[in-house]
């Protein structure tokens, strides 16, 4: 490998690039993290508060959230209280030498400190200024942006949980992740559209239109079928089999996304007339009918337990999976050598997951402590 290639891996495929971070919580942040894994230099604006997520805890590693530490790594900290004349004209000249700005306050709540998109396009016609919000910055505005929320309105809270049971959301704040790929993506393509025009724009994503399109088969199903979909507790409206099943010593997931997996699944189920029922033979057959195939199927799996379904349904080409905890997920991918646990100076994090044959993700810097990178950016924010 030659020196002018060890170099450019190491510095990522987005060395150079300059982001202004103005976003706390989730969404912001986990998409400034994302490219500043990638090579960008990302500098954190924090109120003199600091993130709202350095207390939300427990759990905790030597005293920090490790809600803060999963998504503010190779990152610096500068404390900056927009309500002080001196730290807004810092503010505002960081945005003027920024490639990209990031926020997601309350649509329009910038505008007070003159860092509303406007204000900072009259200083720097190249920003790319990207805004997260709720409910958009319209009608919906005045809503905040709770992750919650937008599981209850959106609809995906219908969909989770049983069938005769209440709407549950989902384990993690799955919508805040989602508008935070959103937003990388816009800010990227923004981006493109920079280097081949020389302009900038505004980049607007809003965690209900990331729901919706998220929602994917199920938002389909009712705007182009009419269809609103259900609970079904861990069943899939269009697949049979395609949820957990009961095997001698706890649940397996188990796929039949095809006909041709089916037949495979019967095989080694030693099933070998299944496939050639009437009731059975084609997917939508197998959904129409899973009342009557599902006790077929549970009583073949409790035969044996789920590691020795598992090992012989993956070697037949049968998707299955066992249910593990976050524990047991971390264990099988480190078991297949995807190596999902990094160190970013000294600190465990996920490992980011895009990989690059040129320019792969760095991880040099620790989730910064409050102001930790205070005096140093401030100087340099104060030279001509």
């Known amino acids: 490998m030659s020196a002018e290639r060890a170099v450019m891996m190491a510095q990522g495929p987005l060395h150079g690039l300059l982001v202004a971070d103005f976003s706390r919580i989730l969404a912001g942040p986990y998409a400034t993290m994302l490219l500043a894994d990638l090579g960008a ?13 350095r207390t939300w805890m427990p759990p905790v590693r030597d005293g920090v959230s490790t809600y803060y530490l999963g998504i503010n790594r190779n ?10 004349p001196d730290d807004q004209e810092l503010a505002r000249s960081l945005a003027a030498r920024a490639d990209v700005m990031i926020e997601n306050f309350k649509p329009g709540g910038l505008a007070r400190f003159g860092l509303d998109y406007a204000s900072v396009l009259s200083l720097n016609e190249k920003i790319i200024y990207a805004s997260i ?8 505005s005045d809503l905040p942006g709770y992750d919650l929320m937008v599981q209850a309105i959106s609809g995906l809270m219908s969909l989770t949980g049983d069938a005769d049971g209440p709407p549950y959301r989902a384990g993690i704040s799955v919508f805040d992740v989602m508008a935070g790929m959103h937003a990388t993506i816009g800010i990227l393509s923004a981006l493109h559209h920079r280097a081949a025009t020389g302009r900038g724009q505004h ?14 088969n199920h938002s389909s199903g009712y705007v182009a079928g009419g269809t609103v979909p259900f609970r079904m507790g861990n069943a899939h409206p269009s697949l049979f089999p395609y949820e957990p099943l009961p095997t001698a010593d706890g649940e397996l997931i188990v796929i039949a996304g095809n006909d ?4 495979k699944l019967c095989q080694v189920l030693d099933l070998p007339d299944l496939p050639s029922d009437p009731r059975f033979a084609r997917n939508q057959d197998r959904t129409a009918n899973r009342a009557e195939l599902r006790p077929i199927l549970v009583e073949r799996l ?6 020795e379904w598992f090992d012989d349904l993956i070697a037949a080409g049968v998707p299955c999976a066992p249910i593990n905890t976050i524990d047991g997920g971390v264990a099988f991918a480190s078991s297949l050598g995807l190596d999902p646990v990094i160190s970013a100076g000294g600190v465990p994090g996920v490992r980011n997951p895009i990989t690059f044959s040129e320019t792969p993700p760095a991880y040099e810097l620790p989730p910064p402590g409050l102001d930790e990178h205070g005096e140093e950016i401030r100087a340099w924010l104060r030279q001509n």
């Open 41 to 53: 230099q990302v500098i954190k604006v924090e109120g003199p508060g600091g993130d709202d997520t």
């Open 75 to 84: 990152k610096r900290s500068i404390a900056l209280n927009l309500k002080d």
């Open 133 to 140: 919000s709720g409910f958009g910055s319209g009608a919906g």
């Open 203 to 216: 980049v607007e994503v809003n965690l209900l239109s990331s729901a919706l399109s998220g929602l994917v």
């Open 260 to 263: 041709g997996q089916f037949r």
């Open 302 to 307: 409790a035969k044996r337990g789920r590691q």
